[in-house]
C-alpha cells in the first residue's frame, strides 16, 4: 500500500459521505487483519494516582482543580490488581497516573519489579513527563512499554493548553526518542477536536505517528471537562471551518487513518470513544482499525476519582464486569480474545535486529 498524503489524508478526515466512509473503514479493516490478525489484546488498566503536579487546560486531574478527590493506591493494592490481570487471562497491566511527585521513582520501580517476579505480564507505564533517570531506573526494574500522548503536533497549540512546570520545558516527541532508546516499546497519540485543533493539524499528527514508529498509538476525542479553563471554549466548529470537530465520528476517521499510516501498530478502541458511544463505541473501533482494549483493573472507590473527563465509559462496573464485558463485545463481532502479551511486531523486529537493551550496561550493574 502506497503512503498516504498530506492532501488524502486531509481529505479523508473531511469525508462525510457515509458509502465513501464505508471505504475507509473497510481499508482500515483489512489492514489491521492483515497486519496484526484478529485477535484482540486486553491490557488490564490500573489507575494507580490521581495527584497530578500539572495544569493541563483540558485534563481533570489538574492540579489547580480542587474538586477533585486525591488517591493514592498502595504498592500491594496495586500488585493485586496486577495478579487479578492474570486471573483475567490479560497480557499486559498499563500502570497510570497523574505526575504525582508524591510516589518516589523507586517505589514504582519496586512495584514493577514485584510484577515482573511475581506474574509473565507485559508492564506498561504511563505516568507522563519524566526524567532520563527515572525511566531508566523503570526500564532496568522491568517494564517493557511506555505511554506519553504528544496530544497535539502543532507546538503552539501545545503550548496554549500544556504549561511548563518551572525550569523544564515540556518536549514530549524528545521524551518518546529517550524511551525508545532505552529499549521500551513506545505508545504516543493525540485528542481529536481540541479547540483550535485544525486539519492540517490533525493530518500531521497521524504523519508524526508514522515517523516515530509507534508501537502503540491512542486516538480519543477531546471531552470537555467543567472544572478546567479549555471547558469554556464555545465549540469551535460552530464558528471556524477549520476547527476539527471532537465528534464520534471523526475519532474513527482518526484511528482509521491511523492504522492505514501505521499498519503494525497496537491501536486500543479507547475508552474517551466508548464515552460518546456507550452501547457501540468499542465495537466500532475494533471494526475501524482498533486490535485492543483496555479493561479497568482499577478499584471502583478510586475509578470514580480518576475522572480526566466527565462521564466515562466503565466508571462504576467492578473489574470482573469490566472483563466480562469487554469480552462478550470482542465475540459478538466475530473476533477472539488476545492470548499472551500482544507485543509490538516492530519492537520484535528491532530486538531481532539489535541486542536486546535490558541485556545492555543497565542491568549489567551490579
Ligand atoms: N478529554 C479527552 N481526553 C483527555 N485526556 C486528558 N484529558 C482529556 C479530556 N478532557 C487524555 C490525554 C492524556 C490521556 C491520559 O487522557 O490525551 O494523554
Ligand atoms: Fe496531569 Fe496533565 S493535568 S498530566
Known sequence: MTALTHA????????????????????????????????????????????????????GLRAPNSAVVRYRMTSDEIVECAHQAVAFGYGAVVLQSGEDRGFTAAALADIVRRIKDETPLAVTLSVGERDNAELALWRAAGADRYLLRFETSNSALYRAIHPDLPGRPSDRVAQLMRLRALG???????????????????????????ELELDMIGVGPYLPHPDTPLAAI?????????????????????????????????????????????????????????????????????????????????????????????????????????????????????????????????????
Open 8 to 59: 488524502e489524508l486531509i481529505h479523508w478526515l473531511r469525508e462525510t459521505d457515509d458509502s465513501r466512509l464505508d471505504t475507509l473503514w473497510r481499508m482500515a479493516d483489512e489492514t489491521r487483519r492483515t497486519h496484526v490478525g484478529d485477535a484482540v489484546h486486553l491490557r488490564g488498566l490500573i489507575e494507580f494516582s490521581s495527584h497530578c503536579a500539572r495544569a493541563c487546560a483540558y485534563c
Open 184 to 210: 521500551y516499546e513506545i505508545g504516543s497519540g493525540a485528542m481529536i477536536g481540541i479547540p483550535g485543533q485544525t486539519w492540517d493539524d490533525l493530518a500531521r499528527d497521524l504523519f508524526l505517528f508514522a
Open 234 to 366: 464555545t465549540p469551535l466548529h460552530a464558528i471556524n471551518p477549520q476547527q476539527v470537530p471532537n465528534s464520534e465520528e471523526m475519532t474513527y476517521k482518526a484511528l482509521a487513518l491511523a492504522r492505514l499510516t501505521r499498519p503494525t501498530a497496537n491501536i486500543p478502541a479507547t475508552t474517551a470513544l466508548a464515552t460518546l458511544n456507550k452501547r457501540y463505541g468499542r465495537e466500532l473501533g475494533l471494526r475501524r482499525g482498533a486490535n485492543v482494549v483496555m479493561p479497568n483493573l482499577t478499584p471502583p472507590r478510586y475509578r470514580e476519582q480518576y475522572q480526566i473527563y466527565p462521564d466515562k465509559a466503565c466508571l462504576t462496573e467492578s473489574a470482573a464486569d469490566c472483563h466480562g464485558c469487554m469480552r462478550w463485545r470482542i465475540e459478538s463481532i466475530g473476533r477472539t480474545v488476545g492470548v499472551g502479551r500482544g507485543d509490538s511486531p516492530s519492537q520484535l523486529a528491532r530486538q531481532t535486529a539489535s541486542p536486546d537493551p535490558q541485556k545492555g550496561p543497565l542491568s549489567a550493574c551490579p
